[in-house]
């Protein structure tokens, strides 16, 4: 089964500054994709970026990249010139390509608290 | 604009007492999901649905019930059974047949709180 882990509960950052949060994933399939999801205080999950597993070039959007290692199974999310809207949870999530039952699973790690300081 | 419906935002229940959240989406999206979450665990799958009338159990199934009788609407229902409700729960919905359908849209989410 696949899994995704993140291994720091909390993260702070100055604001301007940059950060890097750390997303690993277990998987034995070649195609799939990988997200970054935002939670900020109101609770909404927000689409941050996005990675197709085929694609070898880093997605980017805007103050938002990823470093995406396939053969490490690893998808880290950089953001530059952190703002204090930035602050929220921040969830790396894995969708495979095994269609069961006509759709896919999406699978979630237990995400990372972002601080941004002033 | 399209997007997904998610209520009560606040409920609060007795022990032994069934609930039911709903979840509405007018995107036309096939496929519907379910998840819970609580603090430090982050999203757990309780159970998704690709059409209408077919559903499959996610990782923590037990103690919850869907049904899935239109294309817009699933909505789940917490059951007595299930031992430690109190949670988070979020419902979304994704296309996977359209261009970038591999994204999933969340709803608001609805607090369940058992006294």
């Known amino acids: 089964a696949q899994t995704v882990t993140q291994s720091q509960p909390e993260m702070s950052v100055q604001e301007a500054e940059t950060v890097t949060l750390s997303c690993t994933y277990d998987?034995?399939?070649?195609?799939?994709?990988l997200f970054w999801y935002k939670q900020p205080p109101s609770r909404q999950m927000i689409l941050v970026i996005r990675?197709?597993?085929?694609?070898?070039q880093n997605a980017t959007e805007n103050r938002f990249s990823v470093n995406f290692q396939k053969a490490a199974k690893s998808f880290s999310l950089k953001i530059s010139d952190s703002q204090l809207g930035d602050a929220a949870m921040y969830f790396c999530?894995?969708?495979?390509?095994?269609?069961?039952?006509?759709?896919?699973?999406?699978?979630f790690g237990t995400g990372t608290r972002l601080k941004v300081l002033a | 604009d399209g997007g997904i419906t998610q209520s009560p935002k606040y409920l609060f229940r007795k022990e032994g007492q069934n609930v039911t959240l709903s979840c509405e989406q007018n995107?036309?999206?096939?496929?519907m999901y379910w998840y819970r979450q609580d603090p430090g665990q982050g999203l757990r799958l309780i159970y998704y649905?690709?059409?209408?009338?077919?559903?499959q159990k996610g990782d923590i199934a037990e103690g919850y019930s869907v049904s899935r009788e239109k294309k817009e609407s699933f909505p789940l229902t917490v059951t007595s059974a299930q031992k430690n409700p109190t949670a988070f729960y979020l419902c979304?919905?994704?296309?996977?047949?359209?261009?970038?359908?591999?994204?999933?849209?969340f709803g608001a989410g609805s607090r369940l709180t058992v006294l």
């Open positions: 979304a919905s994704s296309n996977p047949q359209a261009p970038g359908a591999n994204v999933l849209t």
């Open positions: 998987t034995s399939e070649s195609d799939y994709y």
């Open positions: 990675q197709e597993a085929y694609k070898q």
């Open positions: 999530a894995y969708r495979g390509s095994s269609y069961t039952s006509g759709t896919y699973k999406y699978i």
């Open positions: 995107l036309n999206h096939d496929a």
């Open positions: 649905s690709q059409i209408v009338n077919d559903f």
